[in-house]
């Protein structure tokens, strides 16, 4: 495959060549759509199961953790199957996700179906996009990889709740999404069955020595943050003995995970992964950035639904605002990255400036009489600096980390960016919004509960903007090396096969 114009031999002939890799860009953004739970149309989900919003947002926030979880053995699942095969078995997965999810009630059985659909969509997602890389950037340029992969992947996650909101509307069911998404998974499974073939560039890897218990130690520590943060309002924090029990349980839950990480041969984590010395600068410009996004769930959904009164089809419109904004900032950091070559730190100055701005816009903008129409642009800008934040740092992670730990980063920096701190956020903001709520009405001030509760939002978009300042300054003041004038070298796919059965034959 060395040095040949970039083919897909899987597909079969009759698919003309110039639609093939339009047509996997096209599964790529059916299977990023692809969720067992709408937080779109979360209200209409509890009041038909009865659940909690707790309840519907940490089943959600499973599915994010499965997401993130796959990456350290995708290129092992690569080396061992065909393209054909792990797209067929993946997007059947969804699909028994998918129906599995609409017959069943039970919140753990939610829980791990939420999970597995999450694992199966990055597995094909990444089977997809690893074979038209070539195709978005001949070079393997990863500054052109990932603002590309990010507008697909951005794009999606405000599209699909756009999506779930007016199949809702108009269908009347919060179960139209599920079965929308499941013919278009069916549509894909055939297109998958006739359409392709198998084909092998390597000779099959043994799909061996791989730490699937590690894998489901990370994630239960994971999802253990996730439950304590989520549900810690409901249970009043440290007054609840399941709460705390679960508080307890997390420490040797991260202490049999981490031993277990550094007493065995086959890892799912290697220990190294851990030790790259701008690692940590990384997670924290993730977490920063994670802490800035969360303000529109923790604070503006509480004024748009309490104070204004928006209903769901009128806060759709906000979701239509950040695909365009994701996108087009995707566009706009790899223009600044490949054209004018600035250092990655001032980029992310700016998309973190756009994401203060709207800090600020939104502190100006509670008020009960707002037009909605002015809440547009904050939207736009908010999701434009978002994901400037989110692709430069994902290709600074590469450029830091060799590609054989590269996919390990992404797990390691998927604990701070999917799920982990954005729960974190949304319950120090639902506590903090409790205290200040009840403060404003013990003090006597001249306010009812719905103008405390408008003054309440205000104080912590302000709080936000004094951290926010502060952290804008110190990151102009910190600087990282220039965006490289000659690109890292990344090996093509069967040389990294063959290093990686060296190194597998060698371990065993």
């Known amino acids: 495959m060395l040095g040949r114009p970039f083919a897909m031999p899987m597909m079969r002939d009759f698919i003309p060549k110039a639609l093939q890799p339009w047509t996997y860009l096209v599964l790529a953004v059916i299977f990023q759509l692809v969720h067992t739970t709408y937080m779109g149309n979360s209200a209409q989900m509890m009041g038909a199961m009865s659940l909690m919003r707790e309840d519907v947002t940490f089943i959600f926030l499973c599915g994010v953790i499965g997401v993130t979880m796959p990456f350290p053995v ?8 065909t393209n054909r095969s792990l797209l067929l078995f993946s997007i059947s997965g969804m699909i028994v996700c998918m129906l599995l999810s609409m017959t069943t009630e039970s919140i753990p059985v939610l829980c791990v179906i939420s999970y597995l659909c999450g694992y199966f969509k990055l597995m094909a997602t990444f089977e997809v996009f690893s074979n038209i890389q070539l195709w978005m950037t001949p070079r393997r340029d990863f500054t052109i990889f990932f603002p590309l992969l990010y507008i697909v992947v951005l794009g999606d996650m405000s599209a699909s709740g756009w999506i779930s909101q007016v199949l809702c509307y108009y269908c009347g069911s919060w179960l139209a999404m599920r079965w929308f998404i499941v013919a278009l998974l069916l549509l894909a499974l055939l297109y998958v069955y006739t359409c392709t073939r198998h084909f092998r560039f390597m000779r099959p890897m043994p799909f061996l020595s791989i730490d699937w218990l590690g894998c489901v130690l990370w994630s239960v520590s994971l999802l253990e943050v996730i439950w304590l943060f989520t549900y810690g309002e409901h249970y009043n924090w440290w007054e609840s003995r399941l709460w705390c029990g679960v508080a307890l349980a997390f420490f040797p839950t991260v202490f049999v995970t981490v031993q277990r990480m550094l007493h065995i041969r086959h890892p799912y984590i290697l220990p ?35 104070i204004l009164h928006y209903g769901m089809l009128t806060s759709s419109r906000f979701n239509l ?3 365009v904004g994701s996108a087009t900032g995707c566009l706009f950091s790899m223009w600044v990255i490949k054209m004018l070559r600035v250092r990655y730190t001032r980029l992310l100055t700016v998309g973190f400036a756009f994401m203060l701005c709207y800090q600020v816009m939104m502190y100006f903008y509670v008020t009960p009489e707002l037009n909605i129409e002015r809440l547009y642009f904050p939207t736009f800008i908010r999701t434009f600096g978002y994901a400037i934040f989110f692709a430069t740092l994902t290709i600074y992670l590469e450029e830091l980390m060799p590609f054989e730990h590269f996919f390990m980063g992404l797990t390691i920096a998927g604990f701070i960016r999917n799920g982990v701190v954005e729960s974190i956020c949304t319950g120090t903001y639902s506590f903090l919004l409790r205290y200040h709520v009840a403060d404003n009405l013990a003090r006597a001030l001249p306010f009812d509960a719905l103008q405390s509760v408008m003054m309440g939002i205000k104080q912590l978009f302000g709080l936000t903007c004094l951290v926010g300042c502060f952290f804008l300054l110190l990151l102009m003041l910190w600087h990282v090396q220039p965006v490289r004038s000659t690109l890292k070298h990344i090996p093509y796919w069967n040389k990294l096969g063959q290093q990686m059965r060296r190194e597998l034959e060698h371990q065993t």
Do not use: C, D
């Open 74 to 81: 995708l290129f092992r699942l690569k080396f061992r199957f």
């Open 272 to 306: 190294q992964a851990f030790r790259y010395r701008t690692l940590v600068p990384i997670l924290l410009f993730f977490a920063v950035g994670e802490w800035m996004n969360s303000t529109p769930k923790a604070l503006e959904n509480v004024f748009t639904g309490g």
């Open 321 to 323: 605002i950040a695909v």
